[in-house]
Nanobody, 116 residues
Framework: QVQLVESGGALVQPGGSLRLTCAAS????????MEWYRQAPGEERERVAR????????IYADSVKGRFTISRDNTKNTVYLQMNSLRPEDTAVYYC?????????WGQGTQVTVSS
């Protein structure tokens, strides 16, 4: 079965950096685009970034452009989210997801807290 396991979340000070990792299994990883979403308390889930099958193209939410970078390693079935210049408003649970029709699959999430 499809499994997505996120890791790398932590408490970090404003201006700091984190790299999130999502380890995928149970499907042919390099057949599918991958995405990162986040959800802050009391807010709707928001798409942060999306990367194509071969990693050649990515799109970002306006709120993270220029600060976050999504990447993938198809040899390791892993997708990453490098987050720089973190702000308190980046505080959220971060999820990786893959859409394998007709279902969206989600990991359990990893908590990122940006606070001094």
């Amino acid at each position: 079965q499809v499994q997505l396991v996120e890791s790398g979340g932590a408490l970090v000070q404003p201006g700091g950096s984190l790299r999130l990792t999502c380890a995928a299994s149970g499907f042919t990883f390099d057949f599918y685009p991958m995405e990162w979403y986040r959800q802050a308390p009391g807010e709707e889930r928001e798409r942060v970034a999306r990367i194509t099958i071969d990693g050649s193209n990515a799109i970002y939410a306006d709120s993270v452009k220029g600060r976050f970078t999504i990447s993938r390693d198809n040899t390791k079935n892993t997708v990453y989210l490098q987050m720089n210049s973190l702000r308190p408003e980046d505080t959220a649970v971060y999820y990786c997801t893959v859409r394998i029709w007709p279902q969206d699959h989600w990991g359990q999430g990893t908590q990122v807290t940006v606070s001094s």
